[in-house]
């Protein structure tokens, strides 16, 4: 068995119909189980993985450093996408769902180490769905490009997350193929119910069957 050196949750899919495996990665302060709701809500008959950041924030679990509000060790950064891709790539040989059916679906940190992921290693998703994201850093190379649709669903209000960063963010996965798709809400960092049945619809637009 691979070695998974996350800790995490795998719930297989109740009917095994969809062939769809969400990957639920959280806020800073969440676990593995925080998100597994919204994963089901989101698609009801889909495995879930979630997944708990290794690095400790006062005590808080994250995915990745950051020096300040907003100010990401990008060393670190870079260190633990790298991690995060081998652990899902061996989750995938250890569970045995397919690799070509991954979704992301990330909240805050969350969002952004998936979309970091989604920057730099271009085969992990087929699709995500990302939460008050913005950019992790700025590529200096090129990637495979590949057409993974991308939700980025934002804060209008949102004081933690500018509106910049985000479009930003969408500009880089377009250009490495992603066919993205921002919404945008009235609400500020946390989420609320209309945003979560626009990306429920969303969901069921690009991935059922």
Same mark, same amino acid.
């Given at each position: 068995?691979?070695?998974?050196?996350?800790? =995490?949750?795998?719930?297989?899919?109740?009917?095994?119909?969809?062939?769809?495996?969400?990957? $639920?990665?959280?806020?800073?302060?969440?676990?593995?189980?925080? @998100?597994?709701?919204?994963?089901?809500? $989101?698609?009801?008959?889909?495995? @879930?993985?979630?997944?708990?950041?290794k690095v400790l924030e006062g005590g808080m679990p994250r995915f990745f450093r950051r020096l300040?509000?907003?100010?990401?060790?990008?060393? &670190?950064?870079?260190?633990?996408? &790298?991690?995060?891709?081998?652990?899902?790539?061996?989750?995938?040989?250890?569970?045995?769902?397919?690799?070509?059916?991954?979704?992301?679906?990330?909240?805050?940190?969350?969002?952004?180490?998936?979309?970091?992921?989604?920057?730099?290693?271009?085969?992990?998703?087929?699709?995500?769905?990302?939460?008050?994201?913005?950019?992790?850093?700025?590529?200096?190379?090129?990637?495979?490009?590949?057409?993974?649709?991308?939700?980025?669903?934002?804060?209008?209000?949102?004081?933690?997350?500018?509106?910049?960063?985000?479009?930003? $963010?969408?500009?880089?996965?377009?250009?490495?193929?992603?066919?993205?798709?921002?919404?945008?809400?009235?609400?500020? =960092?946390? $989420?609320?119910?209309?945003?979560?049945?626009?990306?429920?619809?969303?969901?069921?637009?690009?991935?059922?069957?």
């Amino acid at each position: 068995m691979a070695d998974l050196d996350f800790i =995490h949750e795998y719930i297989r899919a109740p009917l095994d119909t969809t062939g769809h495996t969400l990957v $639920l990665l959280h806020g800073t302060g969440g676990n593995e189980r925080d @998100l597994l709701p919204l994963g089901r809500f $989101l698609a009801p008959d889909a495995a @879930l993985l979630g997944v708990r950041g290794k690095v400790l924030e006062g005590g808080m679990p994250r995915f990745f450093r950051r020096l300040a509000e907003g100010v990401f060790d990008e060393e &670190d950064l870079l260190f633990r996408t &790298d991690e995060l891709a081998d652990f899902l790539r061996s989750a995938s040989a250890t569970y045995g769902f397919e690799r070509d059916a991954l979704i992301a679906v990330g909240y805050s940190n969350g969002a952004n180490i998936a979309a970091s992921i989604l920057l730099k290693h271009t085969d992990v998703f087929a699709g995500a769905l990302l939460f008050r994201p913005m950019v992790p850093f700025e590529p200096e190379q090129s990637a495979a490009k590949r057409a993974t649709p991308v939700l980025l669903s934002a804060g209008e209000a949102d004081v933690i997350v500018p509106a910049q960063s985000t479009k930003r $963010l969408g500009e880089l996965l377009d250009a490495r193929g992603a066919n993205v798709e921002i919404q945008w809400h009235r609400g500020g =960092h946390g $989420l609320m119910e209309p945003e979560l049945q626009l990306a429920k619809m969303w969901f069921e637009q690009k991935f059922s069957k």
